[in-house]
């Protein structure tokens, strides 16, 4: 059998052997009786031999037939056990009918020669006979009695309970069976037998919404009742990891949001240095423009001084003919120095303005604080007087008043001043200067306040640089933060990633998904407070498929992952999981659950196939074969409804026994394998039964029964004792489902001998009469036929041969078929 491929089980052996030698002796024993009650009737030894070979010979053939092929057919079973047993069981069977009707003839030809096998004084047939005669007189009574009390053991079959732990098959002290019970008391029962849920998809799962919808997945199995944990990539102790939550997301960009007003409130004194800074730039530039002012109002008064001149005397005349020459030409050369000198100084300081208004114009710091404000104001007036050539006018005019000489005429002084003039008002009312607001001081006052403005710009300075420094740190968070934002507003559009949502960049910078990045993101890192990226590579390698298109999240039940209701649990696992499915990334995935409770649902669900798979075959090969055999329909419809009978008794016994005395569930196999058993086992009985009643019926169904029953009766006893200790012999193997399968068989064959084939089933053919050889007929029968099928029983007379051999219970039966009175 294993050369040609098919496996061996390891309990192969053990079956195979009790059934041989169980087999065996019942054929021995059919052949050896048929010998023996030829030899009763003066027949010589081998001619004994030959007929009782031909007259039991079809009835082995048959049963043989039976048994093996129904074994046979149990390939077409889908769990190994059954679909190794069966195979090696038929061949067995066959080899031992191949014995049966060859070996032993030969046997017994040898041995009946010389006198070895001849038969005793029967002991039993006059008991059996006795059992017979109270069967004929009272059928209904007798089935009534025997069909209550298999009825009884047939409803509590219905109450079994199936145990598909391959642990407790051991007996309790091995090593295994040991530790097995250490761990069962240390730790949780679903910790030493993992069970996983595999979700494999066509796609990459590592995205944000992927991850969000096996999250909800996982959440939605972890409520399952008796599911103390769902551990995986989401969610690694068993809860959904805290970094990935929205709400601790958005907590963290507060978290840093209010970091950055920390930080502005904690360099308060900076801001005070720069308000400071730019409160003394502000006066001083105030100085300046009023002395600025004063110097050209000065001019203004100056020109038209030289105008009234000009227009009195003649615009030809120099200035030194005038009275005063050299002084008046000495105060328009000293004005001229003195706008010279405050044009040359705020061209001086109006070179670092420009970097320094820069940083003010994008702080929103500055524009919070109105000191701050007041000096940006003045910068950008330096620096658009610089930058539109204000300076430059003042420093022209001064040249003007600095070249004056005493030898210029009138009209050409007053032309030149007053274009001079013309562009600086111009420029001055354009930058803001055109209203002094007094004179506070003289121009070398002005000067005196240089330092002051220098080291207030140097204060400004030090307080922007301080500004600006902070200002771009809060200005790479909030890049960061709203990166992050618009990254969420994009990615989290499903209701699953509302609560769970882990950035792109950080799943592909740590699990590889995507385009990897060279480095972490920075604002990544920060907003998932500081998630170890090395920790999450580690859950993916052991949760996460290197392609992605495959993930696991492990379960932790609180059943015993052994028992039938950690299988029952794992079809609402598989259900819950499956309904997240929908309108999900999920929505194209295989779901399914490994482990060992998936291993036993499935045996489970392939044991009630394979159950029902030989239940069917083997009521449909019985059922054929006892056609065949007896040439009837009736009798083996009723036949073979005692067999099954018989079986459910046998399983509410085994039942009773283990399950409510013993406390041990029944082993999931014994209902497949004694079913095929018994039925084919009683199927023999049957066949022998039948086989006999249809001969010794001659007379009459009756009196056939009670010749039967007394014939038989000792024969199938003596065969089903046999077949039976065959099988009790099976009770001290160390396998706890061996003996169960055992005790189950060895009961089933002595309910099938001492209760269904010697109560029941004659109690049946006597109610059922002459319909139990009835058989449709599909042509018209011919006289031969009709004479053949004429009933010999009703003769009014016994026949010569059978009041020779007649005794009492004989002639009871006869007068009870042709009606007559006891």
């Known amino acids: 059998i294993g050369t040609l491929g098919l496996g061996v089980a390891n309990q192969t052996v053990i079956f195979m052997t009790g059934m041989m030698v169980g087999a065996g002796t019942d054929y021995a ?6 010998y023996h009650d030829y030899l009763r009737q003066g027949v010589d030894s081998d001619r004994a031999v030959v007929q009782a070979l031909a007259s039991i010979g079809k009835v082995i053939a048959a049963s043989a037939a039976t048994v093996a092929v129904t074994f046979m057919a149990m390939i077409f079973t889908r769990l190994g056990i059954l679909r ?104 949780p029962p679903n910790l030493i037998v993992p069970e996983y849920l595999v979700v494999a998809s066509p796609r990459d799962l590592r995205t944000p919404r992927g991850l969000a919808d096996l999250e909800e997945m996982a959440r939605r199995v972890s409520q399952v009742p008796g599911v103390a944990a769902v551990r995986g990539i989401t969610r690694p102790m068993g809860q959904p990891l805290e970094q990935a939550r929205v ?115 994008g702080s929103p710091m500055c524009d919070a604080e109105p000191g701050c404000v007041r000096a940006r104001t003045q910068l950008r007036r330096m620096v658009t007087a610089r930058d ?58 002005l000067r005196q306040g240089a330092n002051s403005l220098a080291d207030g710009s140097r204060q400004l300075a030090d307080g922007v640089q301080s500004l600006v420094d902070q200002v771009k740190k809060m200005g ?21 990633m509302a609560g769970f949502y882990i950035p792109r960049q950080v799943l592909s910078y740590a699990l590889g998904a995507g385009e990897k990045p060279a480095a972490m993101p920075p604002g990544a890192r920060d907003l998932l407070g500081g998630l170890n990226v090395n920790e999450l590579r580690k859950l993916a390698s052991a949760f996460v498929s290197p392609d992605g298109h495959a993930v696991r999240y492990l379960i932790q039940s609180n059943l015993d992952p052994f028992g039938t209701p950690a299988t029952d649990q794992l079809r609402a696992i598989t259900a819950v999981a499956r309904g997240a499915q929908p309108n999900t990334t999920l929505a194209d995935a295989t779901v399914s659950v490994v482990g060992l409770p998936a291993v036993l649902k499935d045996m489970r669900d392939y044991s009630d196939h394979d159950v029902r798979l030989i239940v069917g075959m083997t009521i449909c090969i019985v059922l054929l074969i006892l056609i065949l055999l007896l ?25 009773i026994v283990f399950q409510f005395l013993l406390g041990r569930e029944l082993h999931w196999s014994v209902p497949g394998l004694t079913f095929v058993v018994l039925v084919a086992v009683g199927a023999d009985y049957n066949m022998l039964l039948v086989s006999r009643l249809r001969d010794e019926s001659a007379a009459g169904l009756r ?120």
């Open 29 to 34: 024993v059919f052949l050896v009786s048929r």
């Open 84 to 187: 190794t047993v069966g195979p090696v069981l038929g061949v067995s069977i066959g080899v031992v009918f191949l014995a049966a009707v060859t070996l032993l003839p030969a046997l017994l030809v040898l041995t009946g020669r010389r006198g070895w096998v001849a038969p005793r004084r029967e002991l039993t047939r006059r008991l059996w006979r006795r059992s017979g005669i109270h069967i004929v007189r009272r059928p209904r009574a007798h089935l009534l009695a025997s069909a209550l009390v298999l009825v009884i053991l047939a409803g509590c079959a219905g109450m079994a309970h199936y145990n598909f732990d391959e642990r407790k098959s051991l007996p309790p002290s091995v090593a295994s069976s040991v530790g097995y019970a250490a761990l069962d008391r240390h730790f």
């Open 247 to 361: 709400s601790w997301q958005a907590g963290e960009v507060g978290d840093k949001l209010q970091e950055g007003a920390g930080q502005i409130t904690g360099h308060t004194g900076d801001l005070d240095k720069l308000t400071d800074g730019a409160n003394l730039m502000a006066a001083k530039l105030g100085d300046v423009r009023e002395q600025v002012n004063r110097a050209v109002a000065t001019a203004g008064g100056l020109l038209d001084a030289l105008s009234y001149l000009g227009n009195a005397f003649g615009g030809n005349r120099t200035l030194s003919e005038l009275d005063g020459a050299a002084k008046l030409v000495s105060g328009m050369r000293a004005l001229g120095d003195s706008i010279g000198a405050d044009a040359d100084f705020v061209a001086g300081n109006s070179d670092w303005a420009g970097p320094v208004l820069g940083a003010l114009d």
């Open 388 to 445: 539109d050539g204000t300076l430059g006018k003042l420093s022209e005019l001064a040249r003007q008043l600095r070249s004056t000489h005493a030898l210029q005429t009138l009209a050409a002084t007053v032309s030149g001043l007053r274009r001079a003039l013309s562009t600086v008002v111009g420029a001055l009312g354009a930058l803001g200067m055109g209203d002094p607001g007094g004179v506070r001081g003289k121009v070398n006052f």
């Open 476 to 496: 790479l968070g909030l890049g960061e933060a709203s990166d992050f934002l618009l990254g969420m507003r994009d990615d989290a559009t499903t209701p699953a």
């Open 631 to 655: 040439r009837a329909v009736v009798a083996p419809l009723y036949l073979i409804g005692s067999v099954i009978v018989s079986y459910m008794s046998a399983l509410g016994i085994g039942v």
């Open 703 to 822: 009196s056939g029964v009670i010749r039967t029953v007394g014939s038989t009766g000792g024969v199938i006893t003596a065969a089903g004792l046999i077949m039976a200790a065959s099988m009790y012999g099976l009770l001290f193997a160390s396998l706890s489902s061996v003996v169960q399968d055992a005790f189950v068989l060895g009961t089933g064959l002595l309910l099938d001998t001492f209760l269904v084939r010697t109560v029941t089933v004659p109690a049946i053919a006597v109610l059922v009469g002459e319909a139990n050889w009835w058989r449709p007929s599909f042509r018209r029968p011919l006289r031969r036929d009709r004479r053949r099928s004429r009933p010999t029983a009703r003769k009014p007379l016994l026949p010569e041969e059978l009041r020779a051999s007649a005794d009492a219970e004989d002639l009871i039966g006869f007068r009870m078929d042709h009606g007559l009175r006891l």
